[in-house]
């Protein structure tokens, strides 16, 4: 995730009230996060809540110990819900610059000033550096899940969730799957809605499920992700992708040659991680290429999986055993959870 996007969750950490105004104690602790300033003085649940993020949108991973403390603080459903409140403004953030969106008139909205090493930087384009040999599994990430919470059985899920998980996984399933399915789970009521978002880009928009997956393996490739690079260029390939499409992501080659859609598509994603905005040029073509849904569309996927990428780094997410690091990191970027 670019600077500007993790500024933006800077300016929406206590809720972006604008004209409504917050009380003495919230207001000190915005401009901390607006200012980057120092935890102290801030309230312990307020120092927990602003550390974690800056740990996740910083590094692409929390320490232990900060993730163990918010579970401590707000419980496992609570913590899970955090962090998507943490996650979802980067998405909103994605389709607003997308779009050169601006503060309604009236909105109490000062300019967020940038400050220097806050962000996540994407890393350098086409310049990569070998990742260490595979560490361990850390001792807080669950063997059948891979991430910071084991897999949920069915039967201790309460009435609610079994519901949701008999219509959405099957009651004839055991537990909860692996991935964001079983991830959301954690909060039963996230699950169909995070679901019908996906699907609603993924499988019933107009850009189709080959575009799709390339746009998805754009995504993971900007954010150096492995995971993403791993199921979804597979996913793209699978789609018929086609070899040059894949090498041009992967290797952070120039799309000259491609198909113009899908030279298009992987600029759009390009450009709102590395300039924070789309280029009037590549917006219009998009909207000749793509319409207006489309063009939408595209960028809303963008985002859906930088939330959904956010979500794994913040739960330790690792790669399996079965699972290599394919994806080449690219240098000064920082290596995410799944390597740790």
């Given at each position: 995730m670019s600077r500007s996007h993790a500024n933006s969750h800077r300016s929406c950490v206590?809720?972006?009230?604008?004209?409504h105004g917050v009380g003495p104690e919230r207001a000190y602790a915005r401009r901390v996060v607006r200012n980057n300033g120092s935890l102290e003085g801030l309230s312990h649940d307020d120092a927990l809540l602003v550390d974690f993020g800056r740990q996740l949108?910083?590094?692409r991973y929390v320490r232990s110990e900060?993730?163990?403390a918010l579970v401590d603080r707000l419980g496992r459903q609570g913590a899970f819900d955090a962090i998507m409140l943490l996650a979802y403004p980067a998405m909103a953030g994605v389709l607003q610059r997308a779009v050169g969106a601006q503060p309604p008139a009236?909105?109490?909205?000062?300019?967020?000033?940038?400050i220097a090493g806050v962000g996540t930087p994407t890393g350098r384009p086409g310049e990569f550096v070998p990742l260490a040999e595979r560490p361990p599994l850390a001792g807080d990430v669950h063997e059948d899940s891979y991430y910071r919470f084991p897999l949920l059985a069915r039967q201790d899920l309460s009435p609610r969730a079994r519901e949701i998980f008999d219509r959405v996984v099957g009651a004839d399933r055991a537990t909860t799957p692996r991935g964001p399915v079983g991830m959301t789970f954690l909060s039963a009521e996230l699950v169909e809605p995070v679901q019908d978002i996906n699907n609603a880009l993924r499988v019933n928009g107009?850009?189709?499920?080959?575009?799709?997956e390339i746009i998805i393996a754009a995504t993971g490739r900007e954010m150096n992700s492995q995971y993403q690079w791993t199921v979804h260029g597979a996913g793209a390939a699978a789609a018929g992708a086609g070899q040059d499409v894949l090498d041009a992501i992967r290797d952070d080659r120039p799309v000259a040659g491609l198909d113009d859609k899908d030279a298009?598509?992987?600029t759009i994603t390009r450009e709102l991680f590395r300039e924070e905005a789309l280029?009037?040029?590549?917006?219009s073509k998009a909207v000749e290429l793509f319409g207006a849904r489309g063009t939408v569309e595209i960028v809303a996927l963008i985002g859906d999986y930088l939330m959904m990428t956010t979500v794994y780094n913040a739960l330790g997410m690792r790669l399996r055993p079965d699972q290599a690091a394919i994806l080449p990191?690219?240098?000064?970027?920082?290596?995410?959870?799944e390597w740790r």
């Open positions: 206590y809720g972006c009230r604008g004209r949108f910083r590094n900060t993730f163990a009236g909105l109490n909205a000062e300019p967020l000033a940038r107009v850009v189709g499920t080959r575009l799709a298009v598509a992987i280029r009037p040029e590549t917006f990191h690219r240098a000064g970027a920082p290596v995410g959870a």
